[in-house]
């Protein structure tokens, strides 16, 4: 009989188990670690994409050690500080700069320039105030207007309102929350280093504090702060609070590319936001309001002759609007119209032509008539009234049939006589549905319109 041969059974020692766990860790965990290796060279060599939200991104980009003196935080706030060239933002078609970070991270804008100006009209500057916010009664809320923003995207805004006799008891002790749109007070202005901060534009305005019954705080031309009676008049320059996370669409923050807030798509001229610039008839124009699809523009300029500009006088008879005179009117709706390239672009619109009391000072009476013509210029109601230097406006005396308003050489309202021959600064009306073609808006790169409807 043949012996059967006996399988051989494999056997694993101890010894030998160690070793393969022992390799089969090793290359685990060489594989792991080869991996990770991997992984964070593939992120580190992505672009870093900042916050979306403008409260993040701002305090992300000034939280450095060189930026700490001009971005100070103090119990939970954030201020810009001293003549910084980074807190501008872009939205609505104004360019503002950045006050403050609030607590709760909402943040309040200033304009970077006067929009128009005004007399302080009372106590808690209710004039201003009306004519910044939209209230019950007409003829109220003309800058809340040209925002065009929606109930949900301006928030309340602090204001501070104490009334003090001297700067060294500034102070923001007194304050409400009543609106949406407020000036700037003395306290911000103080905190932010006066005429050594990005605040001191060169204009005279307005702030929220009054010295007393009879007269309230201004910053001058040269930043110094000081105090006039309440009928003067000094530019306005509104402040809103918006959201912190208000997402940003483009910008770092500098002037010559502030942070851009919900900008929309422009496809015709009614998509423009006041405050913007459009090229028409080779001539810069500003965007001031919309009314039924017409779009009121200004020249951003008088009318040239040569290179200076083309003085005329109102009247040789009084201060009624009236075309069947070859005065000025009768200029602006003959000789420069038929000048105008493009004339199908135009459209008759209204103008603001009421009167205006310099014993009141209610800006509201200047809105109470309206006159319809292809030419015309401002009111001391409209927005940018005040920016070109000794041109008339669109508002009469209340008490004198020969005088008529005007812009002086100071940006500020003037009462001139109706034979005094000033400077032009014409405004019209467009269609809204005209197409735009190109461009931001912005100064140095306007709006370029894209032909016929």
């Not at 910044?132 to 923003?149: V, Y």
């Amino acid at each position: 009989m043949k012996e059967t041969k006996k399988k051989k059974k494999w056997r694993f020692k101890k010894q030998s188990l160690f070793n393969l766990l022992s390799v089969l860790f090793v290359f685990g965990t060489g594989f792991y670690f080869l991996g990770r290796l991997i992984y964070y060279k593939i992120e580190s060599e992505k672009p870093y994409i900042p916050p979306l939200d403008l409260a993040t991104r701002v305090i992300e980009q000034n939280d450095t050690y060189d930026l700490r003196k001009s971005f100070m935080e103090t119990n939970g706030i954030y201020r810009f500080v001293g003549d910084v060239n980074n807190n501008y933002v872009k939205y609505k078609g104004y360019l503002w700069r950045i006050v403050r970070i609030n607590e709760d991270k909402s943040i309040t804008l200033v304009t970077e320039d006067t929009v128009t100006s005004l007399a302080y009209g009372g106590s808690l500057n209710n004039y201003i105030l009306s004519w910044l916010n939209q209230e019950e009664e007409k003829n109220t809320g003309i800058f809340e207007a040209t925002l065009e923003a929606e109930e949900k995207e301006l928030l309340a805004t602090k204001q501070c309102l104490d009334s003090f006799p001297d700067i060294e008891s500034a102070g923001c002790f007194e304050s409400n929350s009543d609106y949406k749109i407020g000036l700037l007070s003395i306290y911000d202005y103080l905190e932010a280093n006066a005429n050594q901060s990005y605040l001191n534009n060169g204009t005279n305005f307005w702030t929220t504090n009054s010295y007393d019954a009879n007269h309230a705080w201004y910053v001058s031309e040269e930043g110094l702060v000081s105090y006039d009676e309440y009928t003067s008049k000094y530019g306005i320059r509104p402040t809103i609070t918006i959201s912190g996370d208000t997402a940003i669409m483009s910008g770092n923050g500098t002037a010559d590319d502030p942070y851009l807030l919900n900008n929309r798509e422009i496809k015709t001229i009614e998509d423009i936001y006041p405050g913007s610039y459009l090229l028409y008839n080779d001539t810069l124009w500003k965007v001031v309001s919309k009314e039924n699809h017409k779009v009121k523009v200004v020249s951003e300029e008088c009318i040239k002759d040569g290179e200076d500009c083309l003085l005329m006088r109102f009247s040789l008879y009084d201060n009624d609007f009236s075309l069947n005179r070859e005065e000025l009117l009768y200029y602006l709706n003959n000789t420069y119209y038929h000048s105008l390239k493009n004339r199908d672009y135009l459209v008759s619109g209204n103008f603001y032509a009421g009167n205006y009391s310099l014993k009141d000072n209610n800006y509201r009476s200047a809105l109470e008539k309206r006159v319809t013509l292809p030419v015309g210029f401002l009111s001391i109601a409209d927005p940018f009234a005040f920016e070109v230097e000794n041109t008339f406006l669109f508002t009469t005396s209340i008490s004198n049939e020969m005088s008529i308003y005007s812009v002086n050489e100071n940006h500020v309202l003037f009462e001139n006589t109706v034979t005094e021959e000033l400077a032009i600064r014409p405004a019209i009306h467009l269609k809204g549905s005209i197409p735009v073609a190109s461009g931001t808006g912005d100064y140095l790169n306007p709006y370029i319109l894209g032909g016929n409807e």
